[in-house]
Nanobody
Framework: QVRLVESGGGLVQPGGSLRLSCKAR????????ITWYRQTAGKEREQVAT????????VHTDSVKGRFTAFRDNARNTAYLQMNNLKPEDTAVYYC??????WGQGTRVTVST
């Protein structure tokens, strides 16, 4: 059974950085794009960035362009979301996703003083 497990969330001050990880099990990982989403209470899940199968980063949200990068390590079956210059509005639960319907459990990121 396919599993995606996120890690790396936590509390960080504004301007700080975090790197989230998404470890995949039983997935044809090198043929799967991994997309990162985030969600805050009362809002719909927002698509953030995708690590493509060519290991390029596609950022879907204007507010994180220039700050977030999605990438992957196929040898480790792991995708990453590097988040720099974090802002309080980046506070959310972050999820990774692989088609057709595989979601991780989420990892919480809190940006606060």
């Amino acid at each position: 059974q396919v599993r995606l497990v996120e890690s790396g969330g936590g509390l960080v001050q504004p301007g700080g950085s975090l790197r989230l990880s998404c470890k995949a099990r039983d997935l044809v990982f090198d043929m799967s794009a991994i997309t990162w989403y985030r969600q805050t209470a009362g809002k719909e899940r927002e698509q953030v960035a995708t690590a493509t199968t060519f290991n390029t980063s596609i950022v879907h949200t204007d507010s994180v362009k220039g700050r977030f990068t999605a990438f992957r390590d196929n040898a480790r079956n792991t995708a990453y979301l590097q988040m720099n210059n974090l802002k309080p509005e980046d506070t959310a639960v972050y999820y990774c996703f692989a088609r057709p319907t595989f979601w991780g459990q989420g990892t919480r990121v809190t940006v606060s003083t």
